[in-house]
């Protein structure tokens, strides 16, 4: 088989690499945002229970508070779709280099291809000038497949940690708990504190207790909310610097290869 039918073959086998690449990244991508759908549903549902449970225990109108407990569950959702959305455009930032990166390795292997050929051809006709410079085109793509190897390895890490970081950071700020009563429903003690509750002053009790509770909880939230954005807008921002000093080394090393003597 000559240089023309291996390119061709190359060619056709990295196209099929890159379509599988790219569907891996959209598969990826699409079990992250389902992750982090079904961890903020499961908590605002997890917090409807809670509210649920409270409304009963101290006999209170489900009605009279429902604008008020609307609320608390809208901002309790809004402030995790914060989070995500910040960790979201980080994602698509590393999913998006990665693709750059496997598109300019596709680049650089067809150069190398095109690089030896060259250097055949010069072979062929004892042009060793043509043949030096053939050469050490060569070597530099080959450098250049190689480095991007890394920047695609140090990017999947990062996608990784980066979707690892957005769960657990809505496991470790979103927590609502329950302090209040006992999550044994049967129990006669808790039959008996809800007698109470409802008998002397359960709405009192329910707004100092849970409603004013839960506000103050939001506030907090809301508060490490803003600083963990805070560092994830920090993070990117070093990233972002991180990766193109990559980019900036990969081209200079590659251009200090073709210029050496």
Do not use: P
């Not at 649920?52 to 609307?70: C, F, M, V």
């Not at 990062?158 to 809505?170: A, G, I, P, S, Y």
């Not at 600083?227 to 590659?254: A, G, P, R, T």
Request: charged content about 30%; hydrophobic content about 35%.
């Amino acid at each position: 088989m000559d240089i023309n039918e291996v390119q061709k073959d190359l060619s056709i086998t990295l196209k099929d690499l890159y379509e599988t690449e790219s569907n891996k990244l959209l598969l990826w991508a699409t079990i992250y945002q389902r992750l982090c759908n079904d961890l903020i549903e499961s908590k605002v549902e997890n917090l409807r229970q809670y509210l649920d449970e409270q409304i009963k225990a101290y006999g209170i109108n489900q009605k009279k508070y429902k604008n008020k407990l609307d609320e608390i569950i809208f901002q309790y959702k809004e402030k995790m779709q914060k989070i995500v959305e910040q960790y979201n455009s980080e994602y698509i930032y590393i999913q998006n280099e990665i693709a750059l990166s496997q598109s300019n390795q596709k680049i650089a292997v067809a150069n190398l291809i095109s690089s030896k050929r060259g250097e055949i051809s010069a072979n062929a006709i004892n042009n060793e000038v043509l043949e030096k410079k053939s050469t050490k085109k060569i070597l530099a793509t080959a450098q250049k497949k190689l480095n991007y190897d890394v920047v695609i390895d140090e990017c999947t890490d990062r996608l990784e940690k980066c979707m690892n970081d957005t769960l657990n950071t809505l496991n470790e700020i979103f927590v609502i708990k329950n302090n209040m009563i006992s999550k044994n429903s049967d129990s006669i003690l808790l039959r008996i504190r809800r007698f109470f509750s409802r008998t002397f002053g359960g709405e009192a009790k329910f707004n100092k207790y849970i409603i004013s509770q839960l506000e103050l909880n939001l506030k907090n939230i809301e508060k490490r909310t803003i600083s963990k954005i805070s560092d994830i807008k920090l993070e990117f921002v070093l990233l972002i610097s991180q990766i193109n000093k990559i980019h900036n080394d990969i081209n200079l090393d590659f251009n200090n290869t073709l210029n050496q003597v």
